[in-house]
C-alpha cells in the first residue's frame, strides 16, 4: 500500500513517498494529519554551507528521489525547501537551503571563476531563508566542498557567524565531493583546520610527516574578507543575521574553523553508501516525539514549484554564463492525457534575442534537451509518464 506500513515476515515495508502531481491533492496531503506510530521519533536537519557545496544533491540522495535541483552553478536553490524522510518509526525533515551569502554579495557585481552575473538579480530569499531555517532545526549540518581548493581551508564567515548564533544546536560537519579529490590524505588536514584541531571536546592529531604543498598557499581570513572589511560596521547590523557583538565578530574573524562539532564525515554525496552512514547517523540522534507530516509527503513544495525547479536547473546546467539567471518561466498547460499521462507546456522568457537564440540553439536542439531530460526527471518525482513541453519567448 503506497505511503503506508504494510506489514511483511514480521517487518515493516514503507513505499518511497512521491510528489503528486495535482495541487489540490498535494495541498490536501501536506494538511492531512500525520499517521504516526505510538513511539514516533523526530529529527530536523538544516543543512547549510556556501553556495555550491553539494546541499542539494546530499538531500536529493537521501530521499531518493530528485526533489531539488541540482547544477554546478552557484545559487541553483534559490529559497528554502522541505524534504521529508520517514523511516520506521521515525521521520526526518530536511532543510535544504540556499547557499548562505551576504547583503554585499548580493548588490555587488562580480565574476565567480567564469560565470559573471549581477548579483542585484538574487532574490532577498537567499539571505533571509537559511538563517530562519537554522532556528527550527534540531541538528546543523555543515557541508563543505573539499574539491574546491580555495575554499575548504576555511568555514565560509557567514556559515561560522551561523554557527556562533546557535551554539546550542548539535552541528556535524560534512566534507563532501571527497570522490573528487586526488590527494586523499589532504583529507585529515582539511578536517582539522575546519575544526581547530577539536571534535566532540577531544583534540584531534594529525602528524605530516611532511607539510603539503598546498598548505602554503591557504588564504588568510584576513585577506578574504578584505572587499567587506569596509562596509562591515553598517552591513552587520542591517543584515537578519546580527545579533553578535563585535567583540565575537572580531574572533569570529579569527577563527577558520568551528571547534564544536559533534562528528566529522568525508562522503560523496552521489554515493548511496555513504549517504546510508549519515541516514543512520540522523535515525540514531532523532527524539521521541510527533510527526510533522504524513508519511506519503516527500517535500512541501508544489508539483508546479518542483517542475520550474527542475526546468531551471537543466537551464543552468546547459546555457552559460548569467543566461539562465534571467531566464522567467510560465506554466500555461497542466492536465492529465488521454492514457494517464501529464501533459504539460511551460514558456520560457528571455530579456535578449541574443539569449532566445542560446535557449532554442541549433535547430531547437537545446530547449529540446531540457525538455526531454526535465520531463524524465519529473516522470521519477511524480511517478507518472510526463510530456513535457516547451517554447520560447523574447520579453521586452
Wanted: hydrophobic content about 40%; proline content about 6%; some cysteine.
Amino acid at each position: 500500500m503506497k505511503g503506508k506500513a504494510a506489514e511483511a515476515d514480521d517487518s515493516f515495508y514503507r513505499v518511497p513517498a512521491s510528489v503528486l502531481p495535482d495541487s489540490g491533492e498535494q495541498l490536501s496531503l501536506l494538511l492531512r494529519h500525520p499517521d504516526q506510530p505510538d513511539n514516533s521519533k523526530i529529527l530536523k536537519v538544516a543543512i547549510i554551507g556556501a553556495p555550491n557545496a553539494g546541499k542539494s544533491t546530499f538531500s536529493n540522495q537521501l530521499l531518493g528521489r530528485k526533489v531539488f535541483a541540482v547544477s554546478k552553478k552557484v545559487h541553483t536553490t534559490r529559497s528554502r525547501a522541505l524534504g521529508v524522510l520517514t523511516e520506521d518509526d521515525t521521520q526526518i525533515i530536511l532543510l535544504d537551503t540556499p547557499g548562505l551569502t551576504t547583503a554585499s554579495k548580493v548588490k555587488r557585481v562580480t565574476c565567480e571563476r567564469t560565470l559573471c552575473f549581477p548579483r542585484h538579480q538574487l532574490e532577498k530569499s537567499l539571505l533571509v531563508d537559511p538563517w530562519n531555517t537554522v532556528k527550527e532545526a534540531d541538528q546543523i549540518v555543515v557541508m563543505v566542498d573539499v574539491a574546491d581548493r580555495w575554499m575548504c581551508n576555511s568555514l565560509d564567515f557567514e556559515v561560522l557567524k551561523c554557527l556562533a548564533q546557535h551554539p546550542d544546536i548539535p552541528a556535524v560537519l560534512v566534507l563532501n565531493k571527497v570522490d573528487l579529490m586526488k590527494a586523499k590524505d589532504r583529507l585529515l588536514h582539511i578536517a582539522a583546520e575546519l575544526t581547530c584541531g577539536v571534535v566532540n571536546g577531544r583534540r584531534l592529531e594529525v602528524r605530516p610527516v611532511i607539510k603539503p604543498p598546498w598548505a602554503k598557499k591557504s588564504p588568510e581570513r584576513d585577506s578574504e574578507l578584505s572587499l567587506d572589511e569596509d562596509n562591515a560596521g553598517h552591513e552587520d547590523s542591517a543584515e537578519p543575521n546580527s545579533v553578535l557583538s563585535k567583540e565575537q565578530m572580531k574572533v569570529l574573524r579569527s577563527q577558520r574553523g568551528w571547534p564544536h562539532f559533534k562528528d566529522v564525515f568525508m562522503v560523496s554525496s552521489v554515493d548511496p553508501e555513504d549517504v546510508e552512514t549519515l541516514k543512520n547517523y540522523f535515525l540514531v540522534a532523532a527524539k521521541p516525539g510527533p510527526w510533522q507530516y504524513h508519511s506519503e509527503v516527500l517535500t512541501d513544495q508544489s508539483p508546479e514549484e518542483v517542475c520550474t525547479n527542475i526546468i531551471r536547473e537543466k537551464l543552468l546546467e546547459y546555457l552559460p554564463q548569467e543566461v539562465p539567471y534571467s531566464v522567467t518561466q510560465t506554466i500555461e498547460l497542466w492536465q492529465n492525457g488521454e492514457n494517464g499521462e501529464l501533459d504539460v507546456t511551460v514558456k520560457l522568457y528571455v530579456k535578449k534575442d541574443t539569449h532566445m537564440k542560446m535557449v532554442i540553439g541549433t535547430a531547437g536542439q537545446t530547449v529540446a534537451r531540457i525538455a526531454r531530460e526535465a520531463g524524465e526527471d519529473l516522470s521519477r518525482v511524480y511517478l507518472r509518464e510526463v510530456k513535457l513541453k516547451l517554447s520560447v519567448k523574447l520579453r521586452k
